[in-house]
């Protein structure tokens, strides 16, 4: 079968031919459905090198996922050949105390799982490819009738993480209160909708592209705001009665957008770390201001794939995205590289 992997580090990706994987016990073989196109991909294609993981090349790239379900293998319960799942994309040892609350994310003991690697796509083979082997049932997540298993892939971490961000902050977002999001790409739009959809606070979009704003206006911002312009913090300022923000959420993370987030958040507010951008910023007694909670993350918990998958089914939020198949998949990264996409891009075998 054809699959779009990374062959070595400090590379492109490669349109390869691999075997069709078979389901051991308790394993299980998807048919894709979607794999999406993640920018910390791009991360993993250029920046990283031997030595920085346990894990390395060649594997099939994707970590958004979802499909249908091909082969089971012995001991698998509760899934029937055909059915749509979504793959939950951080794969933990299952037994620890981080596991068992669905956090894969933070498991305690990764040494002991999938040989160390994150997850599919992100050191195993992921699901840009006509078949993707899952290594637990348990990461499988059923797919409402209502939500095409198309859509559900991009929800496995464009909607997951934001999903995550947002209701870690759901008690500081009441009625009057103001959400910023900064950058709104395949996460940020996401953000957006997920902060309409779960409160009635007042949303704030910046972004550098017009385009972006646009996208953000459509999917519930009150406020759009350039990042590129001199007052724009003064602009989140004067929207909010020159308090700031309740919440900052950052799904950029360059030096320039933390800055501009610490400068936006109010005195015991949130910001939130979610972009992949490798900045950083100085942090002091005075700023971000007091007793302002500032936090990164990394993915959502199992539990809250279900709660995107429901928001999903219901309408209540839509990821935006464009298809392309598996010939097109080098095309698809070099227009995510090109900061040409408009939401997501999906791989549809
Ligand atoms: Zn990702
Ligand atoms: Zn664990």
Redesign the pocket.
């Known amino acids: 079968m054809k699959a779009v992997q990374l062959v070595a580090w400090h590379s492109d990706p490669a349109l390869v031919e691999v075997d069709v994987p078979t389901a051991g016990p308790g394993q299980v073989v998807l048919k894709v459905a979607g794999a999406g196109l993640c920018h910390s991909d791009l991360h993993l294609l250029h920046d990283f090198a031997n030595g920085m993981f346990p894990w390395g090349p060649p594997f099939t790239l994707g970590h958004e996922n979802s499909g249908w379900v091909h082969q089971v293998g012995a001991g698998v319960e509760g899934l029937s050949i055909g059915q749509p799942v979504a793959v939950f994309g951080p794969w933990?040892?299952?037994?620890?105390a981080?596991?068992d609350r669905g956090q894969?994310t933070y498991?305690?003991?990764?040494t002991?799982?999938y040989g160390s690697a994150f997850g599919g796509g992100l050191g195993v083979d992921g699901g840009q490819a006509e078949f993707m082997l899952v290594p637990d049932a348990r990461f499988l997540v059923p797919i409402p009738d209502a939500l095409d298993p198309v859509a559900a892939a991009p929800l496995t971490d464009a909607g997951l993480t934001p999903y995550h961000a947002v209701k870690m902050s759901l008690p500081k977002l009441m009625p009057g209160s103001t959400a910023l999001c900064i950058g709104v790409g395949g996460l940020g739009h996401m953000g957006v909708q997920f902060i309409k959809a779960l409160s009635s606070a007042n949303i704030i979009a910046m972004d550098l592209k017009d385009e972006a704003l646009a996208l953000a206006t459509a999917c519930g911002a009150d406020l759009t705001i350039r990042g590129d312009a001199e007052d724009a913090v003064a602009q989140v300022k004067e929207a909010t009665g020159g308090r700031g923000a309740d919440v900052v959420i950052d799904f950029v993370g360059l030096d320039a957008t933390l800055a501009q987030a610490a400068a936006c958040a109010k005195v015991q507010g949130d910001m939130t770390i979610v972009g992949v951008g490798g900045g950083s910023f100085p942090m002091s007694l005075f700023s971000p201001p007091y007793e302002c909670n500032v936090r990164s993350i990394y993915w959502g918990t199992r539990s809250e794939l279900g709660e995107v998958l429901a928001l999903a089914a219901k309408g209540l939020i839509t990821p935006e995205y464009s298809t392309y198949s598996l010939d097109q998949a080098l095309d698809a990264y070099a227009a995510m590289e090109a900061g040409k996409l408009k939401g997501r891009a999906v791989i549809v075998p």
């Open positions: 933990g040892c299952g037994h620890c981080a596991c894969d498991c305690h003991a990764p002991d799982s």
